[in-house]
């Protein structure tokens, strides 16, 4: 036999795409720009053209707003070039050319970026938690409020409930559409209650046995919705919202957001938030 044949064979997690299985267990573009163009088009009457995709990693919420409508442009903005170069491959590169075309990928800090104004800015899944103090935080609103076109709308999203305040693990079988499926994995490592820093991990797991630990880490500072919504309104929206989810019939999140006043004192929630310019 030879040495060959005598190696093990590699181990699932060794194969693993972390950029692949990031995509799969956490983002939702469709319904993620769903939510953006069908409130957008009730806040202004029109549909907005442009997206800009801050701290936009893989660009696959750009794919999905250039796939709306043909006139649809986007631009993608990250610091990481590995991040970047992936979403350019396999992202970008699954439309057609026009569709390509209309998206432009800027590797830059979101802090200091400089894009055609556009109707739209998205700073999803939290990452302007990156942003850890106030005055950091408030320089990039006040930089996207004047970086968006008259009339622009700036969503973010937050999360939050007691359960954030936790030290905690929490699992999911997530289903590969490639075949077999993958245990999804977060952490929430650190949560220090003077400074508000939260210091998150994303594991994945395999059918193996095998694992790819913090494939993914976020140091944040964990931002209350009201810290937000002042924030946003010192940065000189005129109209701040919060959405919030109603329940289904079975007593779980419908994914249904509507503008709210007051929200509940759950476990672990999820809102949108749209600023206006
Ligand atoms: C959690 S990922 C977000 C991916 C995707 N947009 C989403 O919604 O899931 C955070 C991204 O922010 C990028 N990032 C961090 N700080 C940044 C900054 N100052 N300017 C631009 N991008 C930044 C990181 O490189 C990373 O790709």
Known sequence: MSSLEHRARPAMADLADRYRLYQLAVQNPRT???FVDRTFRQLRGRSARTLREDFCGTAAVCCEWVGRRKH????GVDLDPE????GRRHNLGALDASGQARIALVQADVGAVETPSPDIVLAMNCSYWLLGDRRRLLRYFTRVRDSLAEGG????????????FRLLT???????????SFTYVWEQAVYEPVTGRLVC??????GDGSEW?????????LWTLPEIRELLTDAGFSRVMVYWQGWDSQCKPDGVFV???????DAGWIAYLTAEK
């Open 83 to 86: 991040a970047l170069a992936w």
């Open 170 to 180: 929490e699992e999911r079988r997530v289903r590969d559409p490639q075949g077999g």
């Open 72 to 75: 649809n442009r986007a631009w």
């Open 201 to 206: 991990h994303i594991h994945f797991r395999f």
């Open 259 to 265: 503008p709210v006043e007051t929200g509940e004192p």
């Open 153 to 164: 709308i700036f969503f973010l999203d937050a999360f939050g409930g007691y359960d954030t």
């Open 32 to 34: 993620e720009i769903d």
């Open 213 to 221: 630990p913090r494939a993914f880490s976020y140091d944040w500072r």
